[in-house]
RNA sequence: GGAGAGGUGGGUGAGUGGCUGAAACCACCGGUUUGCUAAACCGGCAUGCCUGUCAAAGGGUAUCGGGGGUUCGAAUCCCCCCCUCUCCGCCA
């Protein structure tokens, strides 16, 4: 969330900017402001009849040393009554800080100077098309059928076992899913970044660490009886790492990196944008995440992207960088550049990466925080799929077919062991 | 799952009702000393909020796993929860 200082003193920018965002709500930005008046006056309230009552404390306790009974006794009286009013008022600042909490939950973080407005997909600014896309060849088969003509990839078998979403790899298809996971992950660990295995359930806190809830929830699956959360993403528990936690400046930058599966459910998807590798509800994804100082955070972001990018190169696979508009941009990112990928067969481009600066909205809302020889404050956090894999398998699946079978690109043969799928 | 022990500042660890936001030591930072390093010595060293200020200093308040209670007063007493360790059971 947004620093209650920032917006106290950045009004006019602040709803300038999320303007661009397509968030008009002004009323809010008021209210926020004039809540936190109260709250300080409520605070400062309270604070003084503290005050109060802890000098009576240490008197009575004098007093009473000194066997002066009486006298102790009668300031017990006026202690009585400042418990009495600082019962209430304590109750008051809890609510008026929960309230105040929850409209502030409610604004959303502020695009970068670099986004531009825009309503939605249609208005993503796109900043770099690589790579040669396949002519199209009327007998290009779609990545659901190939999986089935080669036996790497079993839907049915899922829907049987688990239910739609839930797909099998078998056989050179699940040794494609290991071998894209060590890449990627090999690849990351090349550029500095430190692998963890991340748990696949979080706690409530950690879910509100990062936002997914309360904004998100029916987007995560839930167990109810043990209270947690199948992650959506990595970027989950590995964030979650530094929450409450105030690191050294010269820690930064903290550099992750995570393979795990994610569990999305997805609610209200339908239709052929779904089918086969294109939505699921379980899928696996190597996360990149970095904690940096705040002057350097968008440097960090121009080096993950490129970092996405290059394993799009190596793989060989056609793709364009978008800069997301305003309208586009998700609730709590700044700025972000979605990566797509050309499928052949399907003739559309897949998302496959987001790589975004969340500047210091995920950080204030968990208190993540560095310290150098200045003052304690907060750090940028930055996170980006290097890569989501489903839709990497669907796109190398339909771009490389040919007679003799799939190609499997070159810097992944050392992986698989093998050089065509057939 | 059963039984027991325990959770104090970055770390070790003292503290069983007021003088304790918290001893001591270590780590860390600054300084003195020093040919260099080391040692020694001196000083500093939590966070949130309120107040104050151009900024600060300063002042107030809260925080000793979390929440609630007893009391004029709680790290210290009571209750609930969480977590860690040991033993037993079960198990990849």
């Not at 995440?289 to 190596?314: C, F, N, W």
Request: glycine content about 6%; aromatic content about 8%.
């Amino acid at each position: 969330m947004l620093q209650l200082s920032y917006i106290q003193e950045n009004k006019e920018e602040v709803l300038r900017k999320l303007a661009i965002k397509n968030f008009h709500n002004s009323d809010l930005i008021h209210d926020i402001i004039s809540l936190d008046q109260k709250r300080k006056e409520t605070q400062k309230s309270l604070d003084d009849n503290l005050a109060r009552a802890n000098s009576l404390a240490k008197e009575v306790g004098k007093l009473f040393k000194e066997g002066r009974r009486e006298e102790a006794n009668a300031i017990k009286e006026e202690t009585a009554n400042l418990k009495h009013d600082n019962k209430e008022l304590a109750g008051a600042l809890e609510i008026i800080s929960k309230e105040l909490n929850e409209l502030l939950l409610d604004v959303p973080n502020i695009p970068h100077e670099s986004v531009k407005a825009g309503k939605g997909e249609e208005d993503n600014e796109i900043l770099v098309e690589e790579g040669k896309i396949p002519a199209t060849d009327e007998k290009a088969l779609p990545h659901w059928e190939l999986a089935s003509k080669y036996k790497i990839i079993d839907f049915k078998l899922g829907s049987k076992v688990t239910g739609a979403g839930f797909p099998f790899y078998r056989g050179k298809g699940a040794k494609l899913q290991r071998a894209l996971i060590s890449f990627f992950l090999d690849e990351a660990i090349a550029s500095g970044y430190e692998e963890f295995q991340p748990p696949l359930f979080v706690n409530e806190d950690s879910a509100y660490g990062t936002g997914q809830l309360p904004d998100k929830e029916g987007q995560m699956y839930h167990i109810g009886e043990d209270r947690l959360y199948p992650i959506p993403t990595a970027e989950v528990p590995i964030t979650n790492i530094y929450r409450d936690v105030i690191l050294k400046e010269d820690e930064l930058p903290v550099k992750n990196v995570a393979y795990s599966s994610c569990f999305r459910r997805e609610a209200g998807s339908y239709g052929k944008d779904v089918r086969g590798l294109n939505r699921l509800h379980q899928f696996d994804k190597v996360e990149i995440v970095q904690i940096q100082h705040p002057e350097r955070s968008y440097e960090t972001l121009e080096e993950m992207k490129d970092h996405a990018a290059g394993l799009l190169k190596k793989l060989g696979l056609p793709y364009r960088i978008l800069r997301l508009c305003g309208g586009d941009l998700s609730f709590t990112s700044a700025l972000t550049y979605d990566f797509e990928v050309y499928s052949a067969a399907q003739k559309r481009w897949l998302e496959v990466s987001s790589v975004s600066n969340f500047e210091n909205y995920q950080a204030n809302r968990m208190k993540l925080r560095f310290k150098g020889k200045g003052k304690t404050q907060l750090a940028h956090t930055l996170n980006g799929s290097a890569l989501a894999l489903p839709r990497i398998v669907a796109a190398l699946l339909e771009n490389n077919q040919t007679e003799k079978g799939i190609e499997i690109p070159e810097v992944l043969v050392p992986y698989t062991g093998f050089e065509v799928i057939d």
